[in-house]
């Protein structure tokens, strides 16, 4: 079995309140959505975090045995830290990074990260807009 994960995290100022949004498919039906306020975060914080969450629901639901996972982030920036493209040299991004490749490894299914334009992640985005929304 393999997973399709859309993700994206924002924040209303840089930093300023913060969410993230996640999509999960398998084969090509949702088989869940979150979007949760996150606090005071930056931009790069939220989408890391959305990431984690996405993966914190992997876990709960116990998605085993799966032959890969493959995230689509609007943050062409994070997907290249998480793929090792590019050092990632950001203190309070390095912890997050770390997480995420902690939790991918007790999940030991392969990763993948792309790169997706925002106008193709909608879905994602406007669950962290609800979050945002919901806290104004």
């Given at each position: 079995m393999e997973l399709t994960i859309f993700t994206d995290g924002g924040a209303r100022g840089n930093p300023g309140p913060a969410a993230a949004g996640v999509v999960i498919f398998c084969r090509k039906k949702i088989i869940c959505q979150a979007g949760i306020y996150l606090g005071r975060k930056t931009n790069n914080e939220a989408e890391y975090l959305a990431v984690k969450l996405a993966l914190d629901l992997v876990e709960k639901y116990g998605q085993s045995?799966?032959?890969?996972?493959?995230?689509?982030?609007?943050?062409?920036?994070?997907?290249?830290?998480?793929?090792?493209?590019?050092?990632?040299?950001?203190?309070?991004?390095?912890?997050?990074?770390?997480?995420?490749?902690?939790?991918?490894?007790?999940?030991?299914?392969?990763?993948?990260?792309?790169y997706h334009s925002r106008e193709k992640n909608k879905l994602a985005d406007s669950l962290v807009n609800i979050a945002l929304d919901c806290r104004d």
């Open positions: 045995k799966l032959a890969a996972i493959n995230f689509y982030l609007d943050s062409q920036l994070v997907v290249s830290q998480l793929e090792g493209k590019y050092k990632i040299k950001a203190a309070n991004l390095k912890p997050l990074a770390v997480a995420v490749k902690k939790q991918l490894q007790r999940l030991k299914s392969p990763a993948h990260f792309f």
